[in-house]
């Protein structure tokens, strides 16, 4: 007798619910960061005065990234509904989840590389505007006489 169900055996209705309800809830909360990515980039272009001016490229970053890792999340999703619907198995329920885990990873990355590129975004500024102001990053050399 093992721990893990058999792959051959039907999944019981309770843990059909339980899912469908663990699905309904991630739903929810990609609904809840959906609505505010939306807020946050009408804010973004509510933040330009003129036609001409351009948006901080802080904020377009930002935009960009969310867009990519709500797709990621929502893809988790899908995935997840896969194996509640068609999970007639262990087996496919397995698989149908281990691909949503993967797509939840993948948020992960797109998060981790938009800290690098804000990360990176803020080193060039700092040496654009050092260059700017005549301002060398390396100290002076005093020399000896």
């Known amino acids: 007798m093992s721990f893990y169900p058999s792959y051959t055996q039907p999944l019981p209705v309770l843990s059909r619910l339980s899912y469908i309800l663990l699905g309904f809830s991630g739903l929810l909360s990609i609904t809840c960061d959906g609505v505010l990515l939306a807020a946050f980039i009408k804010f973004m272009y509510s933040t330009k005065v003129r036609l001409e001016d351009n948006v901080d490229l802080h904020f377009m970053i ?73 301002v060398s990053s390396t100290p002076p050399r005093i020399l000896a006489a």
């Open 62 to 134: 930002v935009a960009k990234h969310g867009i990519i890792a709500i797709g990621f999340a929502f893809l988790s999703l899908v995935f997840f509904g896969l194996g509640v619907i068609i999970g007639l198995d262990a087996f496919s329920l397995e698989v149908t989840w281990n691909v949503s885990y993967l797509f939840l990873v993948l948020v992960l990355v797109v998060l981790i590389g938009m800290k690098i590129g804000i990360r990176q975004m803020k080193l060039k500024q700092k040496a654009v505007n050092s260059a700017k102001k005549g």
